[in-house]
C-alpha cells in the first residue's frame, strides 16, 4: 500500500511537470503566433503628418545580425537599412507626410549607414519639405546625422559630443607571458597589425600609420559634410571640436553647433508651428518602424534583383548568425538556379575569418557569375575573407567610409604549457611519426607544425594575392604593395583601385538591374528572414545561451577577443580576418 501510494505520488508529479511543461510550451508559441499576426497588420498614416526618425532599435543591413532573445515579441527588434532608406524616399512624395523629425539619441548605426541615411534626407530635402532635428545626448554618430536638418534644437541641460576619432588598441604580451600562455603567431606581410596585440606591448609605426591615415579619411569625409550644413569655416569647426563646445549646451548654441535650446515639448510646438497647427491640439507624428509597415512590396514584377547579404564573421558550418560557409554555398547555389533572379548584388559587411571558408564562398560566388551579373556593395566593413569574397564581382562599390582591404593572411595557436606546469600539471606524449602530436593546449605545437603552418600561411596569401589581381587587373607586385594586412577607407580604396566606385547599396542595386537589362523588377532580401519559430528554437542552443551569457558580463568588445583565444573555429586555422574590431568612436 505505502509503495503504491508512493508509485501514485511519482506518477502525478510526473503528469504534474509534464501539463506544466506543456502549458509553458504552449504560452510560448501562442505568444510566437500572435507576434507573427501582429507584424502583419500594416498601421496608416494620417494627413498632415511628421515622420520621426527615432533610433529606439538598431539599424542593421540585415536580420542575419539581429539578436534575438526567446523573450523578444510583438515590436520589431531592429530596423533595415534599405528599408529605412525606402520608406525616406516614399515620404518624399507621400503628401500626408509635410516633414521629418529626426530624435537623434541612441543611435545604433554604422557609419556607412549614417552616410546612407544623411545621403536620403538631403536627397528627401529637395521636396520643399523640412527636416529637424532634436537630442538630448548626442553621441558623434547622432550629431553627425543629425547636421542634415534645416535646425538642431538641443535640450538645455543637453550636449553634442563632438570630439574628432580615436581608436584604441589593446595589448595581450604582458598579460599573456604573466599568466603562462603561449601564443605562436604566423603572418605574411608587415602590415599585419592584427596580430600586434599579441606579440608587442604597444602599437607598431605601421599600424600607426595605417589607423592615423584610416582615421583621417573618415574624419575628413564626416567633417566636410558637418561644415558644409552648418555653414562653419575650417578654423571655427577646429575649435569648436578641439575646445568640446558642444558638451556645453551654450557654447554648442554660441558656436553654431545648434540652433536653439529646448525642452522635448517646446520643439513640439515648434513642429505643430511649422504645420499651422494651435499648440492645444495633437501632431500626427509616425514612426519610421511603423512607416515602414506601410510601404507596398514591389514583388509582382516576376524578375528580380536578389539582394544576398553577407554579415558578419566567416566561419566553416551552417549556424543562421555571422556568414557560415555551408549555408551560404546553399544560398548562393539556389540563386544561381532561380531563373526569377535576374542579378545579384552581393552586400557585404564582414571583418573576415576562415581562410578555408572564404575560399569556399568564393568559388561559389564565381560559379554564379557566369550564369548572372554579381555586383558588389561594401557596408561598414570589407576586410580580410570579407574583401576575398567579393572577388568574384563584376563591379564593386565601396562607401567611402568603409574599412575595406586587409589583404593578408595570418595564423594563431595559443597553449597553456606555462600556466598548467605552474599548477601541478605536466604531460608526455607517446605517438607513431614525428608530429602526430600536432597541437595541444597543454604541450603546444609540435616541431613541424609551425614550419607547416607557415608555409600553408604563404600559399593562401599568394592565392588571395591572385584573385584580386585577377579582379582588379592589376600585377602581383601591385597588390602586394598595398596588401600584407593593411586595412584602408573605401575612399582611398577606390584611389588604389582595390574597388570600382564610391556608391551606396541602393546604386549597386540599380547598375545590376542596368547590367541584366531589367526595366521592372522587384528586389528581394537574402538570407530571408527566420521565422518566429526558427528563432524559438536558435535561441535555446546550449552555445547561443553561454555565448550571450558570457558576452553579457564581459562586454561586446571583450568578447570579441575572448572568442579569438578560445573559439576552436578561429584557432590553428588559416585567418583572412581582422582579430581586433577597428571601432571608430
Given at each position: 500500500s505505502i509503495m503504491r501510494d508512493?508509485?501514485?505520488?511519482?506518477?502525478?508529479?510526473?503528469?504534474?511537470?509534464?501539463?506544466?511543461?506543456?502549458?509553458v510550451f504552449g504560452f510560448f508559441m501562442l505568444m510566437i503566433f500572435a507576434s507573427a499576426m501582429s507584424e502583419d497588420q500594416?498601421?496608416?498614416?494620417?494627413?498632415?503628418?511628421?515622420?520621426?526618425?527615432?533610433?529606439?532599435?538598431?539599424?542593421?543591413?540585415?536580420?542575419?545580425?539581429?539578436?534575438t532573445s526567446l523573450f523578444d515579441f510583438g515590436e520589431k527588434k531592429s530596423l533595415i537599412l534599405i528599408d529605412i532608406l525606402n520608406a525616406i524616399n516614399k515620404a518624399k512624395t507621400d503628401d500626408n507626410i509635410k516633414g521629418i523629425s529626426i530624435?537623434?539619441?541612441?543611435?545604433?548605426?554604422?557609419?556607412?549607414?549614417?552616410?546612407n541615411i544623411r545621403a536620403a534626407l538631403e536627397d528627401f530635402k529637395k521636396s520643399g519639405k523640412f527636416v529637424y532635428a532634436y537630442g538630448n545626448n548626442m553621441s558623434q554618430k547622432s550629431y553627425y546625422l543629425a547636421t542634415v536638418?534645416?535646425?538642431i534644437v538641443l535640450n538645455p541641460v543637453g550636449m553634442v559630443?563632438?570630439?574628432?576619432?580615436?581608436?584604441?588598441?589593446?595589448?595581450?604580451?604582458?598579460?599573456?607571458?604573466?599568466?603562462?600562455?603561449g601564443v605562436d603567431i604566423i603572418r605574411h606581410g608587415k602590415f599585419k597589425a592584427a596580430v600586434e596585440p599579441f606579440i608587442r606591448n604597444d602599437i607598431s609605426p605601421e599600424n600607426k600609420e595605417q589607423l592615423s591615415t584610416l582615421l583621417n579619411d573618415i574624419w575628413g569625409n564626416v567633417s566636410t559634410k558637418i561644415k558644409t550644413s552648418r555653414k562653419l569655416d575650417d578654423n571655427a569647426y577646429k575649435i569648436a571640436v578641439d575646445s568640446l563646445h558642444g558638451f556645453i549646451p551654450e557654447l554648442a548654441l554660441k558656436n553654431k553647433l545648434a540652433d536653439q535650446l529646448l525642452q522635448k515639448s517646446e520643439y513640439t510646438n515648434v513642429?505643430?508651428?511649422?504645420?499651422?497647427?494651435?499648440?492645444?491640439?495633437?501632431?500626427?507624428?509616425?514612426?519610421?518602424?511603423?512607416?515602414?509597415?506601410?510601404?507596398?512590396?514591389?514583388?509582382?514584377?516576376?524578375?528580380?534583383?536578389?539582394?544576398?547579404?553577407a554579415s558578419g564573421e566567416i566561419f566553416n558550418g551552417d549556424d543562421y548568425s555571422n556568414i557560415n560557409s555551408e549555408k551560404y554555398v546553399k544560398y548562393i547555389k539556389d540563386l544561381a538556379d532561380d531563373d526569377d533572379v535576374k542579378a545579384v548584388v552581393l552586400r557585404v559587411n564582414s571583418p573576415g575569418g576562415s581562410g578555408n571558408a572564404s575560399d569556399e564562398i568564393l568559388f561559389e560566388l564565381q560559379q554564379l557569375k557566369k550564369k548572372k551579373p554579381l555586383i558588389v556593395s561594401f557596408g561598414d566593413y570589407a576586410a580580410s575573407g570579407g574583401y576575398y569574397i567579393s572577388m568574384a564581382a563584376d563591379k564593386i562599390y565601396s562607401e567611402p567610409n568603409t574599412l575595406t582591404g586587409s589583404i593578408g593572411v595570418f595564423g594563431m595557436i595559443t597553449n597553456f604549457k606555462e600556466l598548467a606546469n605552474r599548477n601541478g600539471i605536466r604531460s608526455d606524449i607517446v605517438s607513431t611519426n614525428a608530429n602526430s602530436q600536432f597541437y595541444s593546449p597543454i604541450s603546444g605545437a609540435a616541431p613541424g607544425t609551425i614550419p607547416m603552418l607557415t608555409r600553408s600561411i604563404e600559399s593562401t596569401y599568394k592565392r588571395f594575392v591572385y584573385f584580386v589581381t585577377q579582379n582588379r587587373k592589376k600585377s602581383f607586385e601591385q597588390i602586394d604593395a598595398i596588401g600584407g594586412g593593411r586595412?584602408?577607407?573605401?575612399?582611398?580604396?577606390?584611389?588604389?583601385g582595390l574597388v570600382d566606385e564610391l556608391g551606396t547599396i541602393q546604386q549597386a542595386i540599380n547598375y545590376a538591374a542596368t547590367k541584366a537589362n531589367l526595366k521592372k523588377y522587384s528586389v528581394e532580401s537574402y538570407p530571408a528572414k527566420a521565422n518566429k519559430f526558427e528563432e524559438f528554437f536558435k535561441n535555446t542552443q546550449e552555445d547561443e545561451i553561454a555565448a550571450k551569457?558570457?558576452?553579457?558580463?564581459?562586454?561586446?568588445?571583450?568578447?570579441?577577443?575572448?572568442?579569438?583565444?578560445?573559439?576552436?573555429?578561429?584557432?590553428?586555422?588559416?585567418?583572412?580576418?581582422?582579430?581586433?574590431?577597428?571601432?571608430?568612436?
Amino acid at each position: 500500500s505505502i509503495m503504491r501510494d508512493f508509485l501514485k505520488n511519482v506518477f502525478a508529479n510526473i503528469v504534474a511537470i509534464l501539463v506544466i511543461m506543456m502549458v509553458v510550451f504552449g504560452f510560448f508559441m501562442l505568444m510566437i503566433f500572435a507576434s507573427a499576426m501582429s507584424e502583419d497588420q500594416k498601421p496608416t498614416v494620417k494627413e498632415n503628418s511628421v515622420l520621426v526618425l527615432n533610433f529606439k532599435t538598431p539599424v542593421l543591413d540585415s536580420y542575419t545580425e539581429e539578436e534575438t532573445s526567446l523573450f523578444d515579441f510583438g515590436e520589431k527588434k531592429s530596423l533595415i537599412l534599405i528599408d529605412i532608406l525606402n520608406a525616406i524616399n516614399k515620404a518624399k512624395t507621400d503628401d500626408n507626410i509635410k516633414g521629418i523629425s529626426i530624435e537623434a539619441d541612441d543611435l545604433q548605426a554604422g557609419i556607412t549607414q549614417v552616410d546612407n541615411i544623411r545621403a536620403a534626407l538631403e536627397d528627401f530635402k529637395k521636396s520643399g519639405k523640412f527636416v529637424y532635428a532634436y537630442g538630448n545626448n548626442m553621441s558623434q554618430k547622432s550629431y553627425y546625422l543629425a547636421t542634415v536638418a534645416d535646425k538642431i534644437v538641443l535640450n538645455p541641460v543637453g550636449m553634442v559630443e563632438l570630439k574628432g576619432m580615436s581608436t584604441e588598441v589593446t595589448f595581450f604580451k604582458d598579460f599573456a607571458e604573466k599568466y603562462g600562455i603561449g601564443v605562436d603567431i604566423i603572418r605574411h606581410g608587415k602590415f599585419k597589425a592584427a596580430v600586434e596585440p599579441f606579440i608587442r606591448n604597444d602599437i607598431s609605426p605601421e599600424n600607426k600609420e595605417q589607423l592615423s591615415t584610416l582615421l583621417n579619411d573618415i574624419w575628413g569625409n564626416v567633417s566636410t559634410k558637418i561644415k558644409t550644413s552648418r555653414k562653419l569655416d575650417d578654423n571655427a569647426y577646429k575649435i569648436a571640436v578641439d575646445s568640446l563646445h558642444g558638451f556645453i549646451p551654450e557654447l554648442a548654441l554660441k558656436n553654431k553647433l545648434a540652433d536653439q535650446l529646448l525642452q522635448k515639448s517646446e520643439y513640439t510646438n515648434v513642429l505643430k508651428n511649422n504645420l499651422k497647427i494651435k499648440t492645444d491640439k495633437d501632431l500626427n507624428q509616425i514612426s519610421i518602424g511603423k512607416y515602414i509597415n506601410t510601404l507596398e512590396n514591389d514583388s509582382d514584377n516576376k524578375d528580380e534583383v536578389a539582394v544576398l547579404y553577407a554579415s558578419g564573421e566567416i566561419f566553416n558550418g551552417d549556424d543562421y548568425s555571422n556568414i557560415n560557409s555551408e549555408k551560404y554555398v546553399k544560398y548562393i547555389k539556389d540563386l544561381a538556379d532561380d531563373d526569377d533572379v535576374k542579378a545579384v548584388v552581393l552586400r557585404v559587411n564582414s571583418p573576415g575569418g576562415s581562410g578555408n571558408a572564404s575560399d569556399e564562398i568564393l568559388f561559389e560566388l564565381q560559379q554564379l557569375k557566369k550564369k548572372k551579373p554579381l555586383i558588389v556593395s561594401f557596408g561598414d566593413y570589407a576586410a580580410s575573407g570579407g574583401y576575398y569574397i567579393s572577388m568574384a564581382a563584376d563591379k564593386i562599390y565601396s562607401e567611402p567610409n568603409t574599412l575595406t582591404g586587409s589583404i593578408g593572411v595570418f595564423g594563431m595557436i595559443t597553449n597553456f604549457k606555462e600556466l598548467a606546469n605552474r599548477n601541478g600539471i605536466r604531460s608526455d606524449i607517446v605517438s607513431t611519426n614525428a608530429n602526430s602530436q600536432f597541437y595541444s593546449p597543454i604541450s603546444g605545437a609540435a616541431p613541424g607544425t609551425i614550419p607547416m603552418l607557415t608555409r600553408s600561411i604563404e600559399s593562401t596569401y599568394k592565392r588571395f594575392v591572385y584573385f584580386v589581381t585577377q579582379n582588379r587587373k592589376k600585377s602581383f607586385e601591385q597588390i602586394d604593395a598595398i596588401g600584407g594586412g593593411r586595412v584602408w577607407s573605401g575612399a582611398r580604396a577606390k584611389q588604389l583601385g582595390l574597388v570600382d566606385e564610391l556608391g551606396t547599396i541602393q546604386q549597386a542595386i540599380n547598375y545590376a538591374a542596368t547590367k541584366a537589362n531589367l526595366k521592372k523588377y522587384s528586389v528581394e532580401s537574402y538570407p530571408a528572414k527566420a521565422n518566429k519559430f526558427e528563432e524559438f528554437f536558435k535561441n535555446t542552443q546550449e552555445d547561443e545561451i553561454a555565448a550571450k551569457v558570457i558576452s553579457k558580463k564581459i562586454g561586446k568588445e571583450n568578447y570579441t577577443i575572448f572568442e579569438k583565444v578560445t573559439n576552436p573555429k578561429f584557432n590553428n586555422g588559416v585567418q583572412m580576418s581582422l582579430p581586433y574590431k577597428i571601432t571608430i568612436k
